[in-house]
């Protein structure tokens, strides 16, 4: 189906875009990578009567790495995280960005597009939320303010941001040393959102897990920390009795809905075996260990 008729502006700037979305009103969208708005407009669930095209902007696309944290540009796209040696830093956004649909996706969609989607199967918030990860957000006025991600996304499809404000950068700070990450999901298929993921990152001191930080996908309306299963690994040694606690931890605080990907129980099912393939692979990362993953497909 072809969308409505809509006015297509291109902005110069992100300060003109904010601009825009203020002087056009509450018809106005913004147009990123368009992997998530442009099939919604094609198929009439949404249709804003004024689209503000960020694509032209200089200098909205980059990965830096400043003292202890990585900024990212809102319209980074998921194929520029997935090969930088810079992001790689922290293995877990190269499992994100390098498991979202196909390449066609990969280069076109941005890691901004992502979180001011807010999807509740969108890979970025999942993995996001086990890193301190703050939104920057900028407005037609000038005003700017950082948001943690944990206030930013507020609900399915939902997030802080009012209408005249855009996402101007993403700032994940870096772990400590000894730490390790891993994001595995499960998919039908390479180009179709995750069944279930699972997020992990972990720090440990000898043998001791120092911090745990658990966040599960796609089996709510939002990411899920899955606080339980944090406590289950915190303040002890790796065991497969505590990561067994995690795992059930994990698939307690899952809240799936049952739909064409599969049942309640099948997801909570899958839940709890990438729980305990997330932590495995965290543990050998954060002793230093170049693991690979990649995402479990059916
Ligand atoms: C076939 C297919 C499969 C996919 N599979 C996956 C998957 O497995 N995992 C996954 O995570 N994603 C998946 N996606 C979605 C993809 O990752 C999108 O890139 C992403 O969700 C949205 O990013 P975008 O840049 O395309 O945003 P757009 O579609 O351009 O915009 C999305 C929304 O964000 C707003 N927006 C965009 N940029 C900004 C900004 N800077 N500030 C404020 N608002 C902004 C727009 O106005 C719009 O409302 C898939 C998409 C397709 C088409």
Redesign the pocket.
């Known amino acids: 189906m072809y969308p409505r008729p809509f006015h297509y502006h291109r902005a110069g700037s992100l300060k003109e875009a904010a601009k825009m979305l203020s002087e056009l009103g509450d018809d106005a ?11 919604l407009m094609k198929l009439r669930f949404a249709n804003p009567t004024h689209l503000i095209d ?1 694509n032209f902007i200089a200098g909205t696309s980059f990965i830096r790495e400043e003292d202890d944290r990585l900024h990212f540009g ?2 980074t796209r ?1 194929v520029e995280i997935e090969t930088s040696e810079v992001a790689g830093k922290i293995p877990i956004l190269h499992d994100c960005a390098a ?4 390449v066609q ?1 990969r280069n ?3 890691i ?3 979180l ?2 807010a ?1 509740p ?4 918030a999942t993995v996001l939320a086990t890193l301190t990860t703050e939104v920057r957000c900028s407005a037609a006025n000038d005003a700017r303010r950082t948001v943690p991600l944990g206030e930013f996304i507020k609900d399915a499809y939902t997030t802080a ?1 009012a209408h005249d ?4 950068e993403i700032v994940v700070r870096k772990p400590a040393r000894n730490s390790g990450g891993a994001y595995i999901a499960f ?1 039908r298929a390479a ?4 069944t279930a993921g699972v997020a992990v990152q972990l720090t440990l001191e000898g043998d001791i897990c120092t911090h745990a930080a658990i966040a599960l996908g796609c089996v709510g309306l939002t990411a899920i920390r899955a606080t339980e299963a944090e406590s289950a690994l915190r303040s002890q040694p790796i065991t497969r009795q505590s990561i067994a606690a995690a795992c059930e931890a994990a698939r307690a605080a899952a809240d799936p809905q049952p739909d064409m990907r599969g049942s309640a129980e099948y997801k909570r099912a899958l839940v709890g075996a990438l729980t305990k393939r997330a932590i495995e692979t965290a543990v050998l990362r954060a002793g230093g260990k170049p693991v690979e993953v990649s995402h479990l497909y059916a």
């Not at 180009?191 to 995750?194: C, K, L």
């Open positions: 969208r913004l147009l990123a990578g368009g992997q998530s708005l442009i099939p960020l809102p319209l998921h498991g979202i649909a196909d996706v076109r969609g941005t901004g597009g992502s001011a989607e999807d199967s969108g890979d970025w941001l404000e855009l996402i101007d998919k180009p179709v959102y995750p």
